[in-house]
Every structure is written in C-alpha cells, then in structure tokens.
C-alpha cells in the first residue's frame, strides 16, 4: 500500500488501489477509529499551512520544501525497502518515464498549486475545490483512457459541481475585499486537475509496477522536483528564521502526510474499501470545522449545502467503482 500521502483526501494512488484491497464490509470499533483519525490528520494540511503563514513571513515554495525535507526519509526508506526485495523487476525505461512524469504532476504541480492558492482563499473552500479530483479522474478516464460514463457517475458529477458553485459563491459573497480570491480559487482548481492527472495515470501504472515502489519513486521524483525549484526561485534566508517555520514542516511533513497515510493504509487492511472511503469524506467537513475554530472563517448555509452536495457526488462515485470492479 502506498505509504505517503497526496494533497487531497487519500493517499497518492490509494484512490486507484481501492478496487484492489480485498473488500471486507464489517466495521470493527479499531477500523473505524483508526480510520477517522487518519482522514481527520489528513484534513489538518490546510489548517497548517494557513496558520503558517499567518504567524511566520515565509513563502509558500519555502514551506513546501520543508514539508519535502521532513518527508524524504520515508520516501527513500520504502524505495529501498522495495528494491531490496527478491521478487524486485527492474522498471522500463517507458515504466521510469510514467513514474517521474507522474510523480511530478501528482505531488509537485499539485502541492505547489494549492500552498500558493490557500494565500488567497479559505482552508473551507480549498478542501471543497480539492475534493473534485475524483470527479475529473472520471472524466479524464472516459475521454483519454476511453471508459463509458454511466448514469450514476453523471448524477454524481453534476451534485459536486452544484455543491462547488453553491460554496463558491457564497464565499465570493462575504470575501468581498480579496483581490486575489479568483486566482487563488484557480491555483487549487489546477491542483484539483493535475493530481487527478496523477490519479488517472498512476491507475495505469501501478498494475504494471507495484503501488509501494510507484507511490516511493513516483514522490521521489516529486520531492527533486520541489528541491530544484527551490535552488532556482528559493532563498535560503528564509530557512533561517527560526524554529517556528522548521516546527511548521514538520508538522505538516508528519502529522499532515506520513501518519494519516499509514493510518489509512490499516484501516483499509480492517475494514475495507468501501468504509474507508465513507469514512475519509468527514475531511472537508473537518476542514471547514478546523478552519472556523483554528482560524475563525466563518461557516455559511451555502458552505454547509455546497459541502454535503460535493461529499454526496463523490461517494457516488466512489460507490460506482466499487460495484464496477466485484
């Protein structure tokens, strides 16, 4: 199972990895707790970040390479732990284009998008343009990879993007005075694209390779790619400014990324697919809860139907690949 986790909801290609777990529908209190509290550490990201930047003058290329740092030993330990297996097969040179290519959609582009957009936009509505990723996974397969779109998945894609617009527009409503809050809503939009890129490709890639040794070389390239960005357009200055920031990625790094994905990861082993992916949908209703007592957004009754809409749209879809793949 994949080991390190993504900017939305589930791990990197643990969306993809569902239909491959075997499917186990009892709920053990243990499954249960473990999985609620892996997506609620999960849904802490953005609250970090936020409060972040709103006690520490750093940038968001700065604090991702933090994040990265902290999180590189994980990713190095299960590439090694896979490579150092009997069973190991080479990759292709066309397998190690895949993984890199992806890699760099699904953590880089993605991760970079969304710390620069939550400088401008709430942790609520972030969590909600996230939470689309699924829904353009689907689209991306039916109109790149060919697969059929059925009713429930076209039910379910209208009620997200109903959801998205009734949220949306009830934060234009009361974020009046941001200039930004276009182009931050569009950063987390491409976020919400480029991982589900990743989402849609690694569900080619993994039956090929392995999800350990596709999750560890495809963060790896990742994690080059943030690095070099930050010898390019980074300062180093700005690493020095004391323990606060250092305190921040590794927060993000542990508690935001490695624990939840291993949490998940169990409670997909206890209690199966389907119940984790009900369970993990508490994150953007988490986040928006988080962000009104952490950070004092305000919480509004187009939120509140937005988010019930978006969470409705994807566990239909959630539910409609489940049943594909029995």
């Not at 060919?146 to 209208?158: E, S, V």
């Not at 409705?312 to 539910?319: F, K």
Request: net charge positive.
């Amino acid at each position: 199972m994949a080991l390190v986790a993504g900017d939305c909801c589930l791990p990197p290609g643990l969306f993809l990895l569902m239909k491959d777990v075997k499917k186990n529908h009892t709920i053990t209190w243990a499954g249960f707790a473990i999985t609620l509290l892996g997506s609620l550490l999960f849904s802490t990201k953005a609250i970090i970040v936020k409060v972040a930047f709103a006690h520490v003058a750093v940038d968001a290329l700065t604090l991702l390479t933090l994040r990265m740092v902290f999180s590189l030993p994980f990713y190095s330990g299960a590439a090694w732990a896979v490579s150092r297996k009997k069973d190991n097969i080479p990759l292709t040179k066309r397998q190690w284009t895949y993984v890199l290519v992806l890699g760099l959609f699904g953590y880089y582009l993605s991760s970079l998008f969304d710390f620069v957009g939550l400088q401008y936009i709430s942790a609520g509505l972030e969590r909600l343009i996230l939470f689309l990723y699924p829904t353009f996974a689907v689209l991306i397969n039916t109109f790149v990879f060919k697969q059929p779109i059925h009713r429930m998945q076209k039910i379910a894609l209208l009620l997200t993007y109903i959801g998205i617009g009734l949220a949306y527009f009830g934060e234009l409503r009361i974020d009046t005075h941001n200039p930004n809050f276009y182009f931050g809503s569009f950063l987390i939009f491409l976020c919400a694209i480029t991982y589900s890129i990743y989402i849609a490709g690694s569900g080619y890639v993994i039956p090929k390779v392995g999800a350990t040794k596709f999750t560890a070389y495809a963060m790896l390239a990742a994690t080059a790619g943030i690095f070099i960005h930050f010898l390019i357009a980074g300062s180093f200055s700005a690493l020095q400014q004391g323990a606060d920031l250092w305190m921040y990625g590794l927060l993000l790094a542990i508690f935001a990324t490695v624990i939840p994905s291993f949490l998940i990861s169990l409670g997909m082993k206890k209690i199966g697919s389907n119940n984790v992916a009900i369970i993990s949908s508490i994150g953007p209703v988490s986040t928006i809860l988080q962000a009104y007592f952490i950070l004092g957004e305000s919480i509004f009754m187009e939120q509140i139907a937005g988010t019930v809409l978006v969470i409705i749209g994807v566990l239909l879809i959630g539910w409609k690949r489940e049943t594909a793949v029995k």
